[in-house]
């Protein structure tokens, strides 16, 4: 479904600064994968979804998602393949405009825009149906601007709107990082729900080692910009926070990460 081949991306190359955030990375993702990955900061987490979304440029290597090339594609191209949800709430979201509105705009991603009404009564109907699946009362709150709402209403909020339109690929980027714990466990049991229930694949970046172990089918780690461990099925699902640390201590320097295996 994607494929990514002895991809390389460098900053301030030939600077006293140069760092190699991705390092010749050779990855592939089937149809229907839900892919966890964790790793220190300055892993290349964050640089791998802004390559796969055309934020970045790889300086090697190809990107294909679905037999399409799409390494150099601009980011605004590949929308229509792409849902992404950020670690900020207010960035997935236009704060000024109604939770319909912002369902409406989601909705028409990637397709011809006309002229007309921009939310129609049949329209209302299914944006509350669709918020009442997130348990948090937002169905009766179609007209509320969003900014009127909560960190985690507008996350949830996002998440709708990242799939809505059924995205090829759906990119997660520590989008419960900035939650309290009790919401941000909301959040990531919802994400979860939805991937699962419409089969969607999905790339999620995380802090938090025991999502990455109790969440999706695969789960990869990254170390100076390659791929350090890569686990699946039956030995991901037997994986503990302990054993990951034990094994890849060294790698897992970041506080956050290590924090995990002592606050289960």
Known sequence: MIKIKNVEKVFNRNTVNEKRAIDNLS???TKGEFVTIIGSNGAGKTTLLNLIAGTYIPDKGKIIIDDEDITTLPEYKRAKYLGRIFQDPLMGTAGSMTIEENLAM????GKRRGLGWGVKKSKRS???EL????GLGLEERLSDPVFLLSGGQR???????ATLSMPKLLLLDE???????????????????????NKLTTIMVTHNMQQAISYGNRMIMLHEGKIKFDVSGDEKQKLTVEEVVKKFGTELTD???LSASVSR
Do not use: C, G, N, W
């Open 155 to 161: 996350q949830s909020i996002t998440l709708l709107m």
């Open 126 to 128: 299914f944006y509350r």
């Open 131 to 134: 918020l009442k699946s997130l």
């Open 255 to 257: 506080e956050t990460l």
């Open 106 to 109: 989601a909705e028409l991603r």
């Open 27 to 29: 990855l592939e993702i």
């Open 175 to 197: 989008h419960t990082t900035s939650l309290d714990p009790k919401t941000a466990q909301k959040v990531i049991e919802l994400t979860d729900k939805i991937v699962k229930e």
